[in-house]
């Protein structure tokens, strides 16, 4: 990996220089954070799970229409991407009361939403993400009211999407995160999906128990936090029988030779 440049070394994720111009690499960690930073620790295996998380639902997003980032993956770890702008705006998509909104409104954890809420959250690591109106958006010029168009129809319908993808499998989506990227075409640019997909970013709870299967299970100190990415992976059928076990035994193969 020093054979490559790295870009950027986020919470989850590093970024490397790709093999073309215009392209980046994403690694991703193990490693897990919450609050801000605040809790730190790694679920096992966990970056190998969200890599091929990721490409499933951005592959599928690809044939309904939705343009992103993802070119292909590469291995275990590593997935190549175009390089974007990175528009500094999470988009936080939500079907049930959950987490931060539960907490600022009193409204009790898995209510379900009369519809589809989004709200979005301004990047920026020191300030907590504050949680910001599309009026802020337009005064800051974080972006154009036409981009803001285009997210947040995106938004809805990848939340169509994932929803009953998800439901097909047995997992309510309660609520998730997106990132949303400028790629410029000389002095054009449009908008495409970016970052990731996974069960870090999205809240995932079994449709009958309501169990967790997301980050919660880290946030919350509960438990089980590998094998919750595991079942999510899984259901997902994304390694085949036996699959995945073999996987992560050769990925912390390779951990431990220090690859
Ligand atoms: N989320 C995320 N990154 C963030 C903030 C939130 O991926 O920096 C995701 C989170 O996993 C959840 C959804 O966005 O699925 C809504 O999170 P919320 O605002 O409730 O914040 P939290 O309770 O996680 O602090």
């Not at 005064?139 to 169509?160: K, L, P, V």
């Amino acid at each position: 990996m020093s054979r490559r440049r790295q870009i950027y070394e986020g919470k989850a994720k590093i970024l490397y220089e790709g093999p073309e111009p215009g392209t980046i690499i994403q690694y991703f960690k193990d490693d897990a954070t919450a609050f801000n930073a605040e809790k730190k620790g790694t679920i096992n295996g966990k970056g190998v799970i969200n890599n091929r998380v990721s490409e499933h639902i951005f592959t599928l997003l690809g044939h309904i229409g939705i343009p992103s980032h993802f070119i292909r993956r590469l291995n275990m770890r590593e997935q190549l991407v175009k390089q974007v702008e990175i528009v500094p705006i999470e988009v936080i998509v939500r079907n049930v009361a959950a987490g931060s909104l539960s907490k600022r409104l009193g409204i009790e954890e898995g209510t379900p939403l009369p519809h589809t809420l989004l709200e979005y959250c301004y990047k920026d690591d020191a300030l907590g993400d504050p949680l910001v109106a599309e009026e802020h958006i337009a005064c800051f010029g974080w972006a154009t009211q036409e981009e803001m168009q285009d997210i947040s129809a995106m938004a809805i319908r990848i939340n169509d999407f994932m929803a009953g993808m998800f439901a097909g499998i047995g997992i309510k989506l309660v609520d998730f995160k997106l990132e949303f990227g400028r790629l410029f075409d000389g002095d054009f640019s449009r908008i495409i999906l970016a970052d990731e997909i996974s069960p870090d970013g999205c809240r995932l709870w079994d449709i009958n128990t309501n169990e967790k299967l997301d980050k919660d299970r880290f946030r919350r100190d509960l438990g089980g936090e590998a094998e919750a990415y595991q079942e999510v992976a899984r259901r997902m059928g994304l390694f085949p029988e036996g699959g995945l076990s073999e996987v992560l035994d050769l990925d912390s193969e390779r951990k431990k030779r220090g690859k």
